[in-house]
């Protein structure tokens, strides 16, 4: 497609289940980026996946918190045991890669809002 | 790391006047990239405008123009003209070529709620 493409929109889950995220990143794009948002706050680094590189995950806040690209391409983001401090957008964006100005640019997909009763 | 300032949690505007939203970085970086992005109540990030460090030309995107100043590490967004839809959280973010794209490659300042006065 022709933005970053995040499912589901939005989501509601019972305290305790687990939830999946998924996000398409714009095509040829070989890097992939996981940001929180909570209410009223800023960006949260979650995890930054590079080609075939191994992930920096340094920004997962628990490890209830996974995520994982195949391909190259799509990426998961799974939260075990969902918490009610897990309620936030879930913002997914991608950049081209390489060292020019529009290859460290990033895309954002419009989010998923997940929140947990 | 590099830290990202945005002095102003809130600004406000009346319709088709002119705005600047302030922005301030700290680096020890020569070679780096600073963006605006704007996210409207759909939460969608959408950038605004991008600038390159070793640039002196301010870049301009319609109504909007940065201010770059490299030595003071200051990078302000002027919005002219300013409309309702321009009505949004403004983050200011910096980056390098040369990091990855973790905490450390990617730094964004807390925002400015920008309202705009019909």
């Known amino acids: 497609g022709a933005g970053v493409s995040q499912s589901p929109s939005n989501k509601v889950t019972e305290k305790g289940k687990d939830v999946e995220l998924r996000c398409d990143p714009i095509s040829g794009h070989t890097a992939l980026y996981w940001y929180r948002q909570s209410l009223g706050q800023g960006l949260e680094f979650l995890i930054y996946f590079q080609g075939n590189s191994a992930p920096d995950k340094s920004g997962l806040p628990s490890d209830r918190f996974s995520a994982e690209r195949t391909g190259g391409s799509v990426s998961t983001l799974t939260i075990q045991r969902t918490q009610q401090e897990d309620s936030a957008v879930y913002l997914c964006?991608?950049?081209?890669?390489?060292?020019?100005?529009?290859?460290?640019?990033?895309?954002f997909g419009e989010g998923s809002w997940l929140t947990v009763v | 790391a590099q830290t990202v300032t945005q002095s102003q949690p809130e600004m406000s505007v009346q319709e088709a006047e002119t705005v600047t939203l302030s922005c301030t970085y700290d680096?020890?970086?020569?070679?780096?990239?600073l963006f605006w992005y704007k996210q409207p109540p759909s939460r969608q990030m959408i950038l605004v405008i991008r600038q390159e460090a070793y640039k002196q030309q301010n870049a301009t995107e319609n109504r909007f123009s940065v201010n770059f100043q490299k030595a003071a590490k200051s990078f302000s967004l002027k919005i002219s003209d300013s409309q309702l839809g321009d009505a949004a959280m403004y983050f200011c973010?910096?980056?390098?070529?040369?990091?990855?794209?973790?905490?450390?490659?990617?730094?964004f300042g807390k925002g400015t709620h920008l309202i705009i006065q019909p």
């Open positions: 964006a991608s950049s081209l890669g390489g060292k020019t100005i529009s290859g460290n640019t990033i895309y």
């Open positions: 680096t020890s970086e020569s070679d780096y990239y």
């Open positions: 973010a910096y980056r390098t070529p040369y990091s990855g794209g973790g905490a450390d490659g990617l730094t």
